[in-house]
C-alpha cells in the first residue's frame, strides 16, 4: 500500500488512542445494539486520527542518482512529463528489480515477510539482522535499488507493480531498524502494516492531468455543425452510388459460377434458346436454389464487368474504395447490402446529431449546416433538459478509477446512556387560593365537545435529538447514514468534549416546552365532566400549590471501539436517476410549450403551417395565395366561310367587359393567347390601359398598371387594311395574374397571429393542469413510501453515485444477462465470471452499512434544475435534501484488511481476483454472516460518565407551597434539598 505524505498511517491501536484527535462535523446515527451495564446506545461518532510522523510509515526517499533526476524533473516546466519519461527510462535498465533473485538474499526476505506477516516472535530479530549479514555489503545498494524499483513503477501506473517489491521494501526498512537496535517485535508488525511513503516533491504527479481543456460551447456547436455537414454530403453520395449501380445492360453484367465469368446476356440467349422446345422436368428446391438463372435473378453471382465500371461516375467509383466494395469480384447483391447498411447507420448518425442541437440553439441556422430551413421557425415546445443518448461501453471487466483520496484514519466511539434518577425542574405552574376562598376547576365534555388539548414539545426518542443536535454541533452540512453505523466525524475537540457538549445541548432542546391550546368539536353522545377543587374556605391564610416539572437524569459514558481507514469524496446529484424515474411513473410527462412571442407580420407563407400545427390551432384556413389568375375568353366564326358574300363568310366583332377582381389582389400582368384564320385578318385586345393587337395567331404578354376591384377586357376583330375580307374564325384567352396586396396579407396575419395566441394560451392551461395532475400522481406515491422504504432508496442512490466517482464509470458494461430463443432472460456465465470479481471486491471492501452521507444545496447541480429542485416539497426533511440536493458529500470506512487492496484500485484501477478474495481466512475474507451482521467489537471506556436532564412531562407537587431555590456549583444548577422529596 503506497500512499502520499499527506496521508499518514495509523500506527498501533494504543497509539493512536493517545494521539492527538482532529473532530470533522458528521454525524451517524446509530442503532448498535448492547445492555452492557444496562447503557443504551445514544448516538455515535469518529474521531478522526490526526497524521502520525513520519516514523509511521515506510519512506521510499534516497539519495539516489534517479531519485535525483526525478527531483529535478519535478522542478521543471512539464514535470508529468519529463518524471514519466524518467520513471520509463529507469524501469528499462538492468537496475530496476523485477524479482527477488534481483537482490541478495532475495528470495530469503520474501519468505520471511509472508511468515512475518501471520505471526512474529521476539526471535526474529535475530533472523532479521541474519538477513542484513547474509546479504553483505550489497544491502545498502540492493535497498536503494528496491525503493527506486518501487517508485518508478508506481509512477507508471500502467506497467503494474512487480508483486515482491512492496514486500523487500518492507523487509529493507525492518533490516535497517534491526541494524540500529530500534527494532521490536511489535515494530515488526507495525512496519508491515503501515503505508509506504513517496518523496513530498513527487505528491500528485502521478494523478496529475495534462489533458487540454474542455472545448467552449462554441467550438462544440462548429463542431457539430460540420460534421451533419459532413453527414449529409455522406448520405446523398450514398444514394447517387445506389442510383449509378442501378441501371446496367446485360451486356455491362457478368456471371461468375466456379471462376468461370460469362457475360448476362450469355445466359439470357442460351435460356431463351432451350426455353421452347426442352420438356419440363419438376426441379427441387434445392436445385432451383443453386441454379445459375435462379442466383443471378437475385443478384448473388451477378458482378461488374470492366466495361461497367468504367461507365460509372468518379465519385461512385470513390465510394466504392472507401467502403472496400470491388464490383469486379464482390456480388452485387453484397454490395448492395453494404450501401444499404451505410445508409442506415449515416442516417442514425444525423438523428443523433440533429438531437444533439438542442444542446444550443435547436431553431437557428448555424454556419452552413444544410439540415435547418431559412425562415422564422421559433420553437412551439419548450422540453426539459434531457441527457444525451451514449453508447455504453462494452460489457468487459472495467479497469478505470476515480482519483479520491482518503480522508485518514477514525476511531468508532459509542455514547451510551442510561436513566440515573428524577429530580425536580423549574416551575410548571401556581394556584392561589385567598382564605375562606374554595377553588374549584371544572370541565365538561358534550357532544358539540370543546376540549383542550395541550401539546408540550417533549422528544421521546433521544437517539434523533442527539443526531440533530450533534449536527448543529459540527457547524457543517447535515449528514445521514445509509445504515445504522459509525456516526460522526466530530470537530476540533477532545472525544468526551464533543460528546457531552451534544448531550447538553439535547438537555437544552428537550426541556424547552410550549404551550398550545387547540380546540375540536366532535358530535359524539357523550358527556365527562372533571373537577379540580382546592378548598380553603376554614382556614384564615392564604394558600398556594406550587408545581414543578420532573425531569429524568441520564447518566452517559463514551466508548472506543476499533479503527477504519476513511474516504472523503464528493458525488453531483446523487438523485438525478431517481427525479428521472419519477418522471415516466403514471402518466408521460407533458411537454411544456415555448410562449408565442413571434409578431405578426413573422408569420408568412412558408411557416405558418409549422406554427399553426405546431400550437394546434384547429379550421385555420391558409393564408390568401400570392397569385390568383382571372380569366375571360372571346370567340367568333363567319356565318359561311365559302359564301360569295364578304358579310357572310368574315367576321367582325367587337366586345368589351368589366371583368371584376378578387378582393385584396391587384392586376400586375397579363397573358393574352390569340388565333385568327382568314385573309389578312387583325385583332385588337384591350385589357385596361393595354392594347395590344396581332395579324396572325400568337402569345402576347405584358404589365397592368394595379389595378384592383375590376379592369376593362375587350376584343375588336377586323381585316388589316380593309380590302381583305378579313377574319373566318377567331379565338382570344386573356388571362390577368393578380397579385395579393399587403393589406390582405396583413388582415389575414392579425386574424392568424389572434388565434395563434389564443391556442397557445390554452395550451398553457393544459400543460399546467396535466403538469399538477401528474405531479399530485408523484406526491401521492412519494407519501405512500414509508420511512424505512425512503431510506432504502437514498442509500442505494448514493451507493451508486459514490461508486461511479470511485471507479470512474457508469455501469454501462455491467450485463450478464442473455436471451434465448423464447427471449427468456438467462445469466451468461462467461460474463458472471468476468464481473463478479469487480462486484464482490466492492461490495466488501466498502462497510457500507456505516457509509456516511451529507447533502448540498440544488445550486450545485445543474442550473437547468433548478426552479423545479426548489418546488419539491416532502415531509421527511431527509428525504427532501436528498431529492433536491446539488452534491452529496460522502465518507466511505474501507473494511478492516482491505486497505492495501483498495488503495491499490484508487493508484491502479487492478481488483483482486476471485481466488483471493474467497482464501478463507485471508487478508480479503469476508464471510458472509459478517456482512449481514457486524460482530460485537470489544469497546473501552474514554473519560467518566457525566449527567445531564431530559423533561420527562410528569409534574411534581411541593408539599408546602413554597417556592424552590437553586445554587450553582460547578456550572450545575442543584435545588437545595428537600427532605420530602
Known amino acids: 500500500m503506497i500512499t502520499t505524505d499527506d496521508a499518514r498511517s495509523r500506527g498501533t491501536a494504543a497509539e493512536q488512542r493517545d494521539s492527538k484527535k482532529t473532530f470533522v462535523g458528521m454525524v451517524l446515527a446509530s442503532q448498535t445494539g448492547g445492555d452492557e451495564r444496562a447503557m443504551e446506545p445514544l448516538f455515535t461518532f469518529m474521531s478522526l486520527n490526526a497524521p502520525s510522523s513520519k516514523a509511521d510509515a515506510v519512506p521510499l526517499d534516497a539519495d539516489t542518482a534517479f531519485q535525483n533526476d526525478l527531483r529535478r524533473a519535478a522542478a521543471g516546466d512539464q514535470p508529468r512529463t519529463d518524471t514519466a519519461a524518467a520513471a520509463s527510462s529507469y524501469v528499462v535498465g538492468d537496475d530496476f528489480v523485477r524479482d527477488p533473485g534481483d537482490v541478495a538474499a532475495g528470495e530469503r526476505m520474501i519468505t520471511e515477510c509472508d511468515r512475518l506477516r501471520r505471526e512474529a516472535a521476539e526471535s526474529d530479530v535475530v533472523r532479521i539482522r541474519q538477513l542484513v549479514e547474509l546479504a553483505g555489503e550489497r544491502w545498502a545498494a ?3 535499488r528496491a525503493r527506486d524499483s518501487l517508485l518508478a513503477a508506481y509512477l507508471l501506473p500502467d506497467r503494474g507493480v512487480p508483486d515482491c517489491l512492496e514486500s523487500l521494501v518492507r523487509m529493507y526498512a525492518l533490516g535497517d531498524a534491526a541494524q540500529h537496535g530500534s527494532l521490536t517485535v511489535e515494530g515488526i508488525s507495525r512496519m508491515l502494516a503501515v503505508p509506504i511513503t513517496i518523496p513530498a516533491e513527487l505528491v500528485g504527479l502521478r494523478d496529475s492531468n495534462d489533458a487540454p481543456a474542455s472545448p467552449t460551447p462554441e467550438e462544440q456547436l462548429k463542431v457539430l455543425v460540420q460534421e451533419i455537414n459532413d453527414l449529409t454530403e ?12 442501378a441501371f446496367h445492360d446485360a451486356d455491362e453484367l457478368v456471371v461468375r459460377n466456379d471462376g468461370v465469368r460469362e457475360a448476362l446476356s450469355n445466359l439470357y440467349a442460351v435460356t431463351a434458346e432451350t426455353s421452347n422446345d426442352v420438356p419440363r422436368l419438376p426441379v427441387s428446391p434445392a436445385a432451383l436454389a443453386t441454379s445459375r438463372m435462379t442466383r443471378a435473378g437475385a443478384g448473388r453471382n451477378i458482378v461488374f464487368s470492366g466495361e461497367a465500371v468504367d461507365l460509372l461516375a468518379d465519385s461512385a467509383r470513390q465510394t466504392l474504395r472507401d467502403l472496400d466494395l470491388d464490383p469486379l469480384q464482390m456480388p452485387l447483391m453484397h454490395i448492395h447490402e453494404r450501401i444499404f447498411k451505410e445508409l442506415e447507420i449515416t442516417e442514425q448518425k444525423l438523428r443523433e446529431h440533429h438531437l444533439a442541437m438542442r444542446k444550443f440553439n435547436p431553431f437557428e441556422p448555424v454556419g452552413a449546416a444544410p439540415v435547418f430551413a431559412p425562415g422564422h421557425f421559433p420553437p412551439v415546445d419548450d422540453p426539459d433538459p434531457q441527457d444525451l443518448p451514449s453508447q455504453a461501453p462494452d460489457a468487459q471487466l472495467p479497469t478505470t478509477h476515480g482519483t479520491a483520496k482518503p480522508l485518514g484514519v477514525s476511531d468508532l466511539l459509542l455514547v451510551r446512556q442510561h436513566l440515573s434518577h428524577y429530580r425536580r425542574g423549574d416551575v410548571a405552574y401556581v394556584e392561589n387560593v385567598l382564605a375562606h376562598d374554595k377553588l374549584t376547576h371544572s370541565r365538561r365534555d358534550t357532544e358539540a365537545d370543546e376540549r383542550t388539548i395541550v401539546d408540550e414539545s417533549e422528544q421521546s426518542d433521544l437517539r434523533a435529538v442527539a443526531q440533530t443536535s450533534a449536527e448543529n454541533e459540527s457547524g457543517r452540512a447535515s449528514i445521514q447514514t445509509v445504515a445504522p453505523g459509525y456516526g460522526p466525524l466530530a470537530g476540533d475537540a477532545a472525544a468526551k468534549t464533543f460528546a457531552q457538549s451534544v448531550t447538553d445541548q439535547v438537555s437544552a432542546t428537550v426541556s424547552a416546552r410550549t404551550r398550545r391550546v387547540a380546540t375540536r368539536r366532535q358530535l359524539r353522545e357523550r358527556q365527562e365532566t ?30 472506543r471501539y476499533d479503527q477504519r481507514l476513511l474516504y472523503d469524496i464528493v458525488v453531483p446529484e446523487p438523485a438525478a436517476l431517481y427525479r428521472r424515474a419519477l418522471g415516466r411513473l403514471g402518466a408521460p410527462v407533458p411537454v411544456r410549450p415555448a410562449p408565442f412571442t413571434s409578431e405578426p407580420e413573422q408569420i408568412e407563407d412558408h411557416n405558418w403551417a409549422y406554427l399553426v400545427a405546431g ?20 370567340f367568333g366564326r363567319a356565318e359561311d366561310i365559302d359564301h360569295e358574300s364578304r358579310i357572310a363568310n368574315t367576321v367582325l366583332h367587337a366586345e368589351m367587359r368589366s371583368t371584376r377582381l378578387p378582393k385584396g389582389y391587384r392586376a400586375k400582368t397579363y397573358r393574352v393567347r390569340a388565333s385568327l384564320s382568314g385573309d389578312k385578318p387583325w385583332i385588337s385586345v384591350t385589357v385596361g390601359m393595354r392594347q395590344p393587337s396581332t395579324v396572325k395567331s400568337d402569345y402576347m404578354t405584358g404589365p397592368l398598371y394595379d389595378e384592383r376591384d375590376s379592369i376593362p377586357v375587350g376584343v375588336n376583330v377586323t381585316c388589316f387594311d380593309g380590302s381583305a375580307p378579313g377574319a373566318w374564325t377567331f379565338t382570344v384567352g386573356v388571362e390577368i395574374v393578380c397579385e395579393r396586396t399587403p393589406d390582405a396579407l396583413a388582415a389575414w396575419q392579425a386574424k392568424a397571429h389572434t388565434a395563434i395566441l389564443e391556442a397557445n394560451r390554452r395550451r398553457f392551461q393544459e400543460y399546467e393542469e396535466r403538469l399538477a395532475n401528474r405531479e399530485a400522481a408523484v406526491r401521492v406515491m412519494l407519501q405512500s413510501l414509508t420511512p424505512e422504504q425512503k431510506r432504502q432508496i437514498v442509500q442505494t442512490e448514493v451507493k451508486r453515485s459514490a461508486l461511479s466517482v470511485l471507479t470512474n464509470q457508469d455501469f454501462g458494461g455491467f450485463n450478464a444477462i442473455e436471451t434465448d ?6 445469466p451468461s456465465l462467461s460474463a458472471t465470471d468476468v464481473l463478479s470479481p469487480y462486484i464482490r471486491f466492492f461490495e466488501q471492501a466498502v462497510e457500507w452499512n456505516h457509509v456516511g452521507y451529507g447533502f448540498y444545496p440544488y445550486f450545485w447541480g445543474r442550473k437547468q434544475h433548478w426552479v423545479e429542485k426548489l418546488a419539491v416539497h416532502d415531509p421527511d426533511p431527509s428525504f427532501a435534501g436528498f431529492l433536491t440536493s446539488g452534491a452529496a458529500r460522502v465518507v466511505l470506512p474501507i473494511r478492516r484488511g482491505y486497505e492495501p487492496a483498495f488503495e491499490q484500485f484508487m493508484n491502479t484501477g487492478v481488483t483482486p481476483s476471485t481466488d483471493e478474495m474467497l482464501n478463507v481466512g485471508g487478508p480479503l475474507w469476508a464471510s458472509l454472516a459478517s456482512q449481514l451482521q457486524e460482530q460485537e467489537e470489544p469497546e473501552t471506556p474514554v473519560g467518566e460518565p457525566w449527567h445531564y436532564p431530559v423533561t420527562s412531562g410528569l409534574i411534581w407537587a411541593r408539599k408546602d407551597g413554597s417556592v424552590p431555590r437553586w445554587r450553582l456549583a460547578n456550572g450545575v444548577r442543584n435545588e437545595s434539598s428537600d427532605p420530602a422529596f
Request: hydrophobic content about 40%; cysteine-free.
Open 615 to 634: 400550437h394546434g390551432v384547429s379550421g385555420f384556413e391558409p393564408p390568401p395565395p400570392k397569385l390568383m389568375v382571372v380569366t375571360e375568353t372571346f
Open 142 to 144: 540492493d535497498r536503494d
Open 234 to 245: 455522406w448520405h446523398g453520395t450514398l444514394r447517387f452510388t445506389l442510383s449509378e449501380l
Open 821 to 826: 430463443a423464447f427471449a427468456f432472460p438467462h
Open 530 to 559: 372533571l373537577e379540580h377543587v382546592l378548598d380553603n374556605s376554614t382556614s384564615a391564610q392564604v394558600d398556594r400549590g406550587v408545581y414543578q416539572w420532573l425531569d429524568k437524569v441520564y447518566e452517559a459514558r463514551v466508548f
